[in-house]
Nanobody
Framework: QVHLVESGGGSVQAGGSLRLSCAAS????????LGWFRQATGKEREAVAT????????YYADPVTGRFTISRDSAKKTVYLQMNNLKPEDTAMYYC??????????????????WGQGTQVTVSS
């Protein structure tokens, strides 16, 4: 069982920045797929960004490309989501997800067996 704990959400004005963190209880395996998803009120959960630790390959959803950056710190067992130039449409609950071990990453939520509790991001215009 892998436990994930997110932090860093909050309220910000459009154009601002936030950095989300997700601390994992398990980091033993050499390759993991780690992802950030979001779910806005009344909408389905969608992938925002993923990272495969074996080769640091990354995926970004089109709406966030160029604005968000996913990264990881193995020493801290933590994956980050740096969000810049935030827009009101980025308002959502953000979830960290993991598949450990894994040698591939996909954007579908069903790929990930482990989820954090979520952290709210609210962007005002």
């Amino acid at each position: 069982q892998v436990h994930l704990v997110e932090s860093g959400g909050g309220s910000v004005q459009a154009g601002g920045s936030l950095r989300l963190s997700c601390a994992a209880s398990e980091w033993t395996y050499s390759s993991k797929c780690l992802g950030w998803f979001r779910q806005a009120t009344g909408k389905e959960r969608e992938a925002v960004a993923t990272i495969l630790t074996a080769d640091d390959s990354k995926y970004y959803a089109d709406p966030v490309t160029g604005r968000f950056t996913i990264s990881r710190d193995s020493a801290k067992k933590t994956v980050y989501l740096q969000m810049n130039n935030l827009k009101p449409e980025d308002t959502a609950m953000y979830y960290c997800a993991a598949r450990i071990p894994s040698y591939a990453c996909f954007s579908g939520s069903s790929w990930y067996p482990y989820w954090g509790q979520g952290t709210q991001v609210t962007v005002s215009s």
